[in-house]
Nanobody, 115 residues
């Protein structure tokens, strides 16, 4: 059974940093491109970043490029998202997912950016 468990969210001031983690199990993690998606209050789910199976190809939506970094550890079945220089508009529930639409995602971890 597929399991994705996110952690690392919290309340942070603008300009602060967080590191999100996602523990994957129940499937061959190393065979799949992985995504971070987020949903802000009152908004639709949007993909934020993805990474290929080997961690070479990475992509980001323009609003987070240069501030967020996605990475993975295939030996540990872990996906990460380093969030730097956070802004209020980054406030959202963050999910790791096997696809860009978040159809197979975890329970999420809340990121709140506020002074």
């Amino acid at each position: 059974e597929l399991q994705l468990v996110e952690s690392g969210g919290g309340l942070v001031q603008p300009g602060g940093s967080l590191r999100l983690s996602c523990a994957a199990s129940g499937f061959t993690f190393s065979n799949f491109w992985m995504y971070w998606v987020r949903q802000a209050p009152g908004k639709e789910l949007e993909w934020v970043s993805y990474i290929d199976t080997g961690g070479v190809t990475r992509n980001y939506i323009p609003s987070v490029k240069g501030r967020f970094t996605i990475s993975r550890d295939n030996a540990e079945n872990m996906l990460y998202l380093q969030l730097n220089n956070l802004r209020a508009e980054d406030t959202a529930m963050y999910y790791c997912s096997k696809d860009s639409k978040g159809s197979e995602r975890g329970q999420g971890t809340q990121v709140t950016v506020s002074s």
